[in-house]
Structure formats: C-alpha cells, structure tokens
C-alpha cells in the first residue's frame, strides 16, 4: 500500500494502539528552560529519572539576554528558571547548552545544525514550533509540560494520529519573494484553524528547489495555520546539511543512515485527506497587517475595510484588528512608519536568512530614528556569519549584532517592543501584546524586513537590487562549515 | 495528577471571540514560574489589567454575574499557538472547569486532557445559541461526562461526543505514566533493544576554543 514519509515513520515508531491513540517511542527529546521545569519537578516528586538522558537535550534560549553575556542576567524571573535548567539537567544527567554555550541558540535552529536532527526519527520539544524538524524529514510535535514529564520518564508519548495535508507549493519564487512569503501565503488563504488535526506535507517542485533552511521556514509556521506537525521527505540537500555535524551519525552509521533515509519518501498514490496548491510564482512579498498571521496581504495591497465582512462576528474581528495595530480601513500598508525591526526568531535566523539580508542592506543604512536588531538563531550561526564578514555589513549599515535567543519573538528578555510601537519582525505570531504590552508587529520576510529597516517605513523590498555574494567579498561558508568552525578564528 | 472529572453543574460565561491564542489566556511573562500553582491572576492578563497591573473595567469574568463562572463558552479555535500548558493552568486555576468551542488548537486540547479541564467540541450553531443564552443573563449547565450530556435549564439536552480515550482519562484521573510503564514497559524495552546505532546521537566533543 502506498504510504507517506510521515505513515513510514509513525508505523517504525509505535509501540501500541489504544483506541484512536498510539503510543509511540521519541528518538530525541529537546527541552528548554521555560517549558521544563515543572516536569522535572514532577519527576522528582515521584522518585522517577530521565529513562534516556543520552536522547534527552536541554538548552536556554526563551528568556536568555541577547546583549553581552558577560554580564548577570538582570531579570531575577529569567536568572532563576536558567539556573533551575541547569540544576535539572545536573541531576538527571542531561546535556546542557546553556546560556555561555558556544552551541547555545534557538532550540529549533540548533537541533538541525548539531545534526540532532536527523531524517526518520521521532523529536518532541516543549515548544509549539518543534514542527520545524520537519524539514529533514523527522517527525516532530510540539508537546505540552505534562506530556514532557511522561516523555522523560518513558521515552513515550500518546498521540492521536493526525489527519494528513497535502499543501503542494508548485513554480518558482520570484526575485525577493521567498518561503517566508509562501508560508505566511498559506495560511492566509487557510486561516489560523485551517490545518487543525492535521500534519502538514510540502510537497512539489517549489519544496523540492528550496533549501533545507527554507523548508524549515515553512515547517515552521505550519503550526500557525493549526497543523499538528509539517514534514518534507528528506533528500540530498538535507543529507549534505547534516554531514559532519557533530551529533549527526558518521562512519558506518552514516552510511547505514543513508540507506535508511533514502527509503524515507512519499509513494506514488499515498492518500491524503485535505489538499491545498500554491503557485508560488504569483507571490510578492507578504507582510500581516493584524493581530494573527492570517491577517496578512501583499506588500502592494491595502488593508481590508470591515464593511467588506457581511458577517458581523467577522467585521468585529477586523475592526477590533485595525484599531490595536493603530491602521485605517483601506489604508495602503507600505510606507507606514515603524520603529524596530527584528531579523531573528526560529522562522527566519539561520545563516542563509542572514545572508539574503546582508546582500540587501550591503552599502545602505538602517533609516533615522529606526531600531534595527538582527539576533543570530544560534552562536554558531553568529560565528559562521562572521567568518564570512557578515557581521561588518550589518554594522555598517546601522544594525545591532546581537547575541542568540528567541528575544523579541516572545518577549521573554528585554528585546521587546513598547506600547504602540510598530515593528517588522521576521518572527511567527503577530498576536495582540506578543512583543511586549500594546506591541504592533508586522510579520514578514527577511527581505522585507530589511527594505523596511532602510526606509523607516514598511517598504517592498523588490526596489532593491541584491548584491551578490562575490560583489560583497563574501565567501560562502557552506553547511557545518567543513568543521573548520571546530578550529579556532582566524586560523582556518 | 489531575482528579476525576465526572460532572460539571455550574454557570457559563460568554466570550465572543474566534482565534484566542494561548499568549492571551496567559502572556509570556507569566512564564517564568516554577510552580503551576496561582496562575488564575494573569488569566487574560492583558484584557483585564492595564500596563501598570490595574484592573480594567468590563472583561467579562470580572463582570458581577459571571465571576463565579466555571464553564466558558467561546468561538472558533480557541487555544491556538503556543504550547504552555500554563493556558490550562491558569484556567482552572482561576475556576473554570469546562470550555466549549467549535474548534481547539491540537495542543491546547491535549494538555486540557492531561490536566481535567473538560474541552467540548459542538458545532457552530450550538455553540453561538449556548454563547447567545450566557450572554442574555445567567445560564447554568449541567454536563455529564459518562452519558456527553449537556444539560440546558428547562430540561432540554444536548450531545458531545469525547474520544474514548479522553473520556476515561477523564473519568478516572489516571496517573499516566503509572500506566504507560505498567502496561507498556516491555514493548519500550523491545524498540530499544532494536533500536538502530543511527537513531542515537553521536557522541559529540565540544570544541575548545
């Protein structure tokens, strides 16, 4: 029977059926200090240890400061959950990245780059955007704390087994529009509960030319359109990103691994219950305009008017929309003025994020008066980034060069945006007070993030030429960096 | 371990809103705790207190007659986004015991099961009439769990359907990783025995720098 990448790993990892639920084995459980500790309290309350502390990774990254960690954390709240991760993870014999970590980041940047992601394994995480693992091709869910307490303790979780999507993303992208622009696309047309129950497949030639990054953008923000999970059959790009990674297998696992994950994909005619296609060549760039990432339009159209809505629970929401984020009915959304832009996040920090910007911003400044910050998805992206010299451009050009962590995303830290200040972040929600009280946050493309940062004002990043990696001295630093990260600066 | 849920009677409360995201329930600076305990003071945090931690004016679980509401009655996609179960938390904390919705966010609905709070699922119309009726003034249900009944006053009825198994963890309160390792320790032992070199990671050196 023809079967799906994601029935192929669901069926090598259950372990029992009881009703509509199956209990099926986790490969690799990430955690991070936010979501943990009330599980490991749980644990120590009953006597119970973690079963597989060596598939077991917890790292800071929800509330770390982004600014110079040589300095204390301020924030006692955050100072206090940091350390109470690294007692759990002493005592129950886990990993830890944590807040000093040359592989410290974004949980859902580092599992890829440390290669604890690997195709065909089972992760969950404490976190709803563990979806991202998707991109390689592993099955990844998001999980609540209790379920974390039960994962520790059994290296098992319970889940219904979700409904399946097929969302077919066909052509190719035009200049300046990219994955970012495709997801935030998808789930515009699908609603905030359009993929509710079940798991998201990107599939079709779009998916296939992206780059194992850009496909983490998009499995990233399946969650935003109600998905349980995303995934994309694994291929070369993803094998080629993992190889060498430091957890990632080698030797004659790696040769055993490769076996395994070729057979890893999608048979002809493996049915699906819902499907949804996209050309994506008929994308410009998007960017939200309201206060979930449905509310989203091109960067050249006008925000929607509530008289259009005939229904009245509809025109409320648009309207009650338009006044938090301080925007008049039909008004165009580019060239409203802004105040911070955000380059970070697990959707959109990684090093090819980073480096689209830099090609835009290559020569230019940041605009008067704009805050523009750009957190690195991890150290190791920050340290690749500086290799390569990117770091100097964003200087140049008026950026701050921070250090890694979740930052203005949540809001857990100091990078936050104040009461009425209107942001173009790079991240996932665009939920009312997210980025701190009273936030307006426009979600949106790397690209258009950084035209925006230029202008001072929302802008459409296609009037803007890109510069080309050789035109800005730049040489690429491919995937895992050859391992020459491993030798220290300079030296390589 | 959550207790058992068997029946709940009790008033319900109007909250006429789609898409009420967990950052809402409880935003993230109520995150950083380290104990489950207390956290129906930030339920809805930034709909009922100002910048400055003063109480606003109207929300509807500060409204007189609904402050002793233990069912809320909401729209579409209620609990959508983040996975903090301090969403679940918090609501009971602060008293509720039951939602109904015409949509839950998956893993809103999941924790709400680890934890006892009731989610139930009925289609839109039913939910907008029950949202309808709360909102004209006190209504008070009488939900049973055993038969999926919700009780209206009046003596009409209507039906919910739970999966079999949110229904008896419901019903019984389980300790589910009691469960889990009882009946299930030896199928775990057999995957790990089995389990392939290259599904555990490597044994990584971090590089000295």
């Not at chain 2, 919705?101 to 809103?108: C, H, M, P, T, Y």
């Not at chain 2, 038969?147 to 006053?153: F, V």
């Not at chain 2, 790990?192 to 990584?204: D, G, V």
Request: charged share 30%; with cysteine.
């Amino acid at each position: 029977m023809a079967k799906s990448v994601l029935e192929k790993i669901w069926e090598d990892h259950t372990l029992a059926k009881r009703g509509d639920e199956y209990l099926l084995y986790v490969d690799r459980h990430l955690t991070h200090e936010v979501t943990s500790p009330i599980a490991f309290e749980g644990l120590r309350a009953r006597g119970r240890r973690v079963r597989r502390p060596d598939l077991t990774f917890a790292l800071m990254d929800h509330n770390v400061p982004t600014s110079d960690r040589t300095l204390p954390v301020r924030d006692e709240n955050s100072r206090e959950q940091m350390r109470t991760l690294a007692k759990n993870a002493r005592e129950f014999s886990i990993t830890v990245f944590d807040y000093f970590s040359p592989w410290q980041g974004i949980v859902h940047v580092v599992g890829p780059e440390l290669g604890l992601t690997v195709p065909g394994i089972t992760i969950v995480c404490g976190d709803s955007h563990t979806s991202t693992h998707g991109a390689l091709g592993a099955l990844a869910f998001g999980i609540g704390t209790s379920e974390g307490e039960h994962v520790f303790a059994t290296q098992t979780v319970w889940m219904r087994r979700p409904k399946q999507m097929e969302v077919r993303m066909e052509g190719r992208f035009k200049s300046h529009t990219s994955a970012k622009d495709a997801i935030l696309y998808v789930i515009r047309e699908l609603g905030t509960g359009g993929m509710i129950g079940h798991a998201a497949e990107f599939r079709g030639e779009a998916v296939k030319n992206m780059s194992v990054e850009e496909r983490m953008t998009i499995c990233n923000m399946a969650i935003e359109g109600g998905a349980r999970t995303a995934i994309v059959e694994p291929d070369d790009k993803v094998y080629s990103y993992l190889e060498g990674a430091p957890y990632a297998p080698s030797g004659e696992d790696w040769t055993e691994a490769r076996k395994y994950w070729e057979t890893l994909k999608t048979d002809d005619g493996a049915r699906f219950d819902k499907s949804y296609k996209l050309d994506v060549s008929r994308l410009e760039p998007q960017i939200t305009w309201g206060t979930n990432p449905a509310m989203c339009i091109g960067v050249s159209e006008t925000v929607p008017e509530p008289r259009q809505f005939g229904d009245s629970s509809q025109r409320r929401i648009v309207e009650r929309a338009l006044e938090y984020m301080g925007l008049s009915p039909g008004q165009r959304i580019e060239g409203t003025p802004i105040d911070v832009v955000f380059i970070g996040s697990c959707t959109n920090a990684r090093l090819s994020d980073l480096v689209m910007v830099a090609r835009l911003v290559k020569g230019r400044r940041v605009a008067q008066g704009v805050r523009a910050m750009i957190v690195p998805g991890s150290m190791l992206v920050k340290r690749r980034a500086e290799r390569m010299g990117l770091h100097r451009v964003f200087i140049e050009a008026g950026f701050e060069w921070r250090n890694s962590g979740c930052s203005m995303c949540i809001a857990m830290n100091e990078d936050r945006l104040g009461p009425g200040e209107r942001g173009v972040l790079t991240s996932n929600r665009n939920f009312e007070n997210r980025a701190g009280p009273g936030s307006r946050v426009h979600l949106a493309s790397p690209l258009t993030a950084a035209a925006s940062a230029l202008e001072g004002k929302i802008a459409d990043p296609r009037r803007y030429s890109l510069a080309g990696l050789d035109e800005l001295g730049l040489e690429w630093v491919s995937p895992w960096i050859e391992r020459n990260i491993l030798k220290p600066l300079g030296g390589g | 371990m959550p207790e058992p849920v068997r029946r709940i009677v009790g008033k319900a409360a109007p909250l006429e809103m789609d898409d009420v995201d967990t950052d809402q329930i409880i935003p993230a600076q109520f995150l950083k705790v380290l104990s489950r305990k207390g956290l129906g003071k930030y339920l809805f945090y930034r709909w009922r207190f100002d910048e400055d931690g003063r109480p606003k004016q109207g929300f509807i679980l500060d409204q007189e007659e609904y402050r002793d509401a233990v069912i809320l009655v909401a729209g579409r996609n209620f609990g959508i986004g983040s996975s903090r179960e301090n969403a679940v938390w918090a609501l009971m904390d602060f008293g509720i015991k039951c939602v109904i919705a015409s949509s839950f966010g998956d893993i809103f609905y999941g924790n709400s099961v680890k934890n006892g709070l009731l989610c139930i699922k009925l289609d839109e119309e039913s939910v907008k009439r029950l949202r309808g009726m709360a909102a004209k003034g006190e209504l008070t249900l009488d939900i049973d769990v055993e038969s999926e009944t919700i009780k209206l006053p009046g003596g009409e009825t209507m039906s919910f359907r739970l999966e079999p198994n949110v229904k008896k963890r419901l019903l019984e309160g389980l300790d589910e990783i009691e469960e889990t390792l009882r009946g299930y320790e030896a199928k775990i032992r057999e995957y790990e025995a089995k389990m392939r070199p290259f599904k555990i990671p490597s044994k990584a050196v971090m590089p000295i720098e």
